[in-house]
């Protein structure tokens, strides 16, 4: 047998997940990551259930369920402290087979770089496509060591995609929802709190412990595009968000200013023509951005990975034959996704009194006919299953 190549774009969970499949599969494969370094941004990530079946496949799927910071009760609250509804993860495991694990990035970029050869990725090594390749005529790319030419290119390279840009140079580019996040990673706090999402008017909050004690927070807000606060974001949530229940006030005043994130949120204009051309698959925020507010980014993203090398294995490694099937399989799913999430992301964003009261007083009519009714926004999600069948899966 030939050997085939493969060389990713990005070295982000989408790509390091593509990597590993690939590899797992038999691919020799390169990891072009353009930062200095794979230790991301201090944040979080959720992985529900639809991903860690994904990771099973190649057997990481156990090692991300470990990270797993909330086993207990969670739910949807006010900002002055009152639930609106109450979930547990055991409650989510039930329903769709298995936990949501919320992990530090960093963590699960460590577990999916652990398992590819030494010197399989490269860092500080910005990527450009020169050639996306077809039948009988191999991909191309340049980095700062030299062209490599490959049987695959996977663009996993992000929301501002160069190698979007390049496959389909007319198509429009993400839009600005308006809204603004933030994000933080805080040392374990003196007094425990269940998990939570606080949605107020206009803003919204989130806190999740993590598997070793330290505490993940996001936060939303109504902001222009590309601004940022004079007296730094620390100061600009304090302002926001200083007066909400607890935990929150305890979250700012331990959080570190050099350490919150702020990131204009995107979304998808209009989805593409297709995931794929020559011998080219996009993945993730590449192919499909979209906004935090089911927390599946990176899960769509991780099974983007899974099923290309899926197909890539059911058609022996020929792109010509494996990529419409992709395109066919992904875009119709990864675009009905992008647009529930923005859904979820109109109902946070509402900020009149009146269609705030409207919005908090279904949701807790919801919960009162059934508290396992909140999770419905993910049917049809979570629930999804790989197109093999893992061979170390583990739903508890």
């Known amino acids: ?3 085939l ?18 590899h797992h599969r038999g691919w020799t494969v390169t990891v072009l990551e353009r930062a200095a370094s794979l230790e991301p941004v201090g944040a979080g990530i959720a992985l529900a259930a639809n991903a860690l079946r994904a990771l099973d496949t190649f057997g990481a799927g156990d090692a991300v369920r470990a990270l797993s910071g909330w086993r207990a009760e969670g739910g949807l609250r006010l900002p002055s402290g009152r639930w609106l509804s109450r979930t547990s993860g055991e409650a989510a495991a039930e329903r769709f ?18 398992r590819l050869p030494e010197g399989a990725v490269r860092t500080g090594a910005p990527a450009t496509l020169v050639d996306p390749g077809g ?23 992000g929301i501002r995609s160069a190698v979007r840009g390049t496959l389909f140079p007319h198509h429009p580019a993400p839009r600005f929802t308006g809204l603004t996040a933030w994000r933080m990673v805080v040392p374990p706090p003196a007094r425990p709190f269940p998990a939570h999402e606080t949605w107020g008017r206009g803003l919204l909050w989130g806190t999740v412990p993590l598997h070793d004690g330290r505490v993940y927070a996001y936060a939303q807000a109504k902001e222009p595009a590309g ?16 007066g909400w229940h607890h935990p929150v006030p305890d979250i700012l005043a331990a959080a570190d200013p050099a350490a919150v994130l702020r990131n204009d949120i995107h979304t998808s204009a209009a989805p593409l023509p297709a995931y794929h051309r020559g011998r080219v698959a996009l993945l ?17 993203a991780v099974e983007d990975a899974v099923v290309l090398a899926h197909l890539l294995g059911e058609a022996d490694g020929d792109p010509a034959r494996a990529l419409p099937a992709y395109t066919g399989q992904r875009l119709p799913r990864t675009t009905d996704v992008v647009r529930r999430s923005a859904r979820v992301g109109r109902l946070t964003a509402l900020s009149s009194a009146p269609a705030c009261a409207l919005r908090d007083a279904a949701v807790a009519v919801v919960n009162r006919v059934g508290p396992r009714l909140a999770l419905r ?20």
């Open 135 to 157: 039948p009988g005529r191999p991909a191309r790319v340049a980095a700062p060591e030299g062209g490599l030419e490959a049987d695959l290119v996977v663009g996993a390279d």
């Open 284 to 300: 993730g925020d590449a192919a499909h951005p979209m906004t935090p507010h089911l927390g599946q980014g990176g899960c769509q």
């Open 97 to 114: 087979g298995g936990p949501v694990v919320v992990a530090h990035r960093a963590e699960v970029v460590a577990l999916l770089a652990a």
């Open 227 to 242: 601004s940022r606060a004079p007296d730094g974001e620390l100061a600009a949530l304090r302002r926001l968000f200083g």
């Open 5 to 22: 190549r493969a060389v990713i774009i990005g070295g982000g969970i989408g790509g390091l997940t593509a990597a590993a499949a690939l």
């Open 1 to 3: 047998m030939r050997e």
């Open 377 to 396: 926004s993910l049917d049809g999600v979570a629930d999804w299953q790989p197109p093999v069948h893992p061979y170390a899966a583990q739903t508890e």
